[in-house]
């Protein structure tokens, strides 16, 4: 959150102070975990799959899912599970009688930071394998501590639990991955545990009944491969991200029918306004909105037959399937000077073939439909480095973790 937002903002976080206090008075039950993803916006990511996981294989805790949104409130709640919007009534006394806070991108924002005490126990599943710097080692986005950070710190201890990750528990999904979360959350390596991500359980037990069930086995009928296109954002949405897509659309969706070829492009979190400006009206390109994908775009990604992507982590996860993986780096030199550096060589750790433009990209696809199985030493190579575990049990061994630290 921009520094200049939280002083003009200092009325309401001077209130969120006196909650932070008063919740240390709250005895704490340790069945009772609280649960949110992407600043309280979103169901979905590692925070949704885990909070599946515990509702159905572990009835003694209380799960419950903590929102801002409405839609995500109703749709949480037909699903038949618990939630409640974080700043309710309901969300404060929940947020300070928790024993454990679930959360995968901040733990101020996910839920109701404000009413989490030091005493609850925080579980930061975080959102991406560490391809990019993150945290404290992305100097460009996080930024280096300043003094107006050190004197907000002060005034507002609440915002300690930001910046501070001393107690936290991380997870990781192998060694490599364990000692970049380690120095980019400044954390001893035994606060994080090699778990593997909740969400890639997906992958091994898909779910059958999802939204786009119905044009996903129209496409397998007709003999289509489905293509899926995630590029990372920029800036944090403050970039065009459409700059990034083919200059024809319609001349691409066109060649992507010759060779009966379906696409669906789903654009980060942060660049979904973009989708507003957008003429969406192809034949064998689907600009994918959440409403089309109930928020959750892992539950799609197994019925994908190939990824298309730029420097987003998501194909660090995909490897778990072993399907070719197009690389798309069209502005590499800029983004590693505007945005995010690396923790790799991106040529080291990316297995597969590298597109210079939308041309060179459909010629990638009909490689990959071609001859999938090119790559396929490189792509295991790649796995064993980020992934210990090759299975669909991430959540089990999440819970176990979170367990073995609350006793």
């Not at 009772?32 to 949704?48: I, M, P, Q, R, T």
């Not at 969706?253 to 980060?268: A, Q, R, S």
């Not at 999938?372 to 669909?392: A, L, T």
Request: net charge positive.
């Amino acid at each position: 959150m921009d520094w200049l937002e939280k002083i003009v903002k200092a009325p309401l976080y001077l209130l969120g102070n006196v909650v932070y206090l008063i919740s240390h008075m709250v005895p704490k039950d340790r069945n009772l975990w609280v649960f949110g993803a992407w600043f309280g916006e979103k169901y979905a990511d590692n925070s949704k799959y885990l909070f599946e996981y515990v509702n159905e294989k572990h009835p003694e805790i209380r799960a419950v899912w903590l929102t801002r949104n409405k839609n995500t409130l109703e749709q949480v709640r037909r699903q038949g599970y618990e939630a409640h919007l974080a700043y309710s009534l309901k969300g404060h006394l929940l947020s300070m009688k928790a024993g454990v806070a679930v959360v995968s991108t901040s733990e101020l924002r996910d839920i109701n930071g404000f009413a989490l005490s030091s005493n609850t126990q925080l579980v930061q599943l975080w959102h991406g394998t560490a391809l990019k710097k993150i945290m404290f080692d992305d100097e460009i986005g996080f930024g280096k501590p300043s003094l107006l950070r050190k004197l907000i710190l002060i005034i507002f201890p609440v915002f300690k639990k930001h910046f501070d990750f001393t107690d936290t528990l991380l997870i990781a999904t192998s060694d490599a991955v364990k000692e970049k979360i380690s120095c980019s959350f400044r954390v001893e390596g035994k606060n994080v545990k090699i778990t593997g991500y909740p969400r890639t359980d997906s992958f091994f037990k898909p779910k059958q009944n999802i939204l786009l069930s119905e044009l996903l086995t129209s496409l397998r009928s007709r003999q289509f491969k489905i293509g899926i296109y995630m590029p990372t954002h920029r800036r944090e949405g403050k970039s065009d991200i459409t700059s990034l897509l083919p200059k024809d659309l319609e001349r691409f969706d066109t060649l992507l029918g010759h060779h009966n070829v379906f696409l669906l492009i789903k654009l980060h979190f942060y660049d979904l306004k973009a989708l507003r400006g957008l003429d969406c009206n192809f034949k064998n390109i689907l600009f994918l909105r959440d409403t089309d994908i109930e928020q959750d775009i892992y539950a799609i990604l197994p019925y994908s037959d190939f990824l298309i992507t730029d420097y987003s982590s998501v194909y660090l996860d995909y490897l778990l399937m072993d399907k070719p993986i197009i690389f798309a780096p069209f502005d590499m030199e800029d983004y590693i000077k505007n945005d995010r550096k690396f923790y790799y060589n991106y040529e080291d750790v990316t297995p597969g073939p590298k597109a210079k433009n939308w041309d060179d990209v459909l010629r990638c696809i009909k490689e990959a439909v071609k001859d999938p199985g090119k790559y396929g030493q490189e792509r295991q190579r790649i796995r064993d480095v980020f992934h210990k575990y090759v299975d669909g049990n991430s959540s089990e061994r999440v819970f176990d973790a979170i367990s073995r630290k609350i006793v």
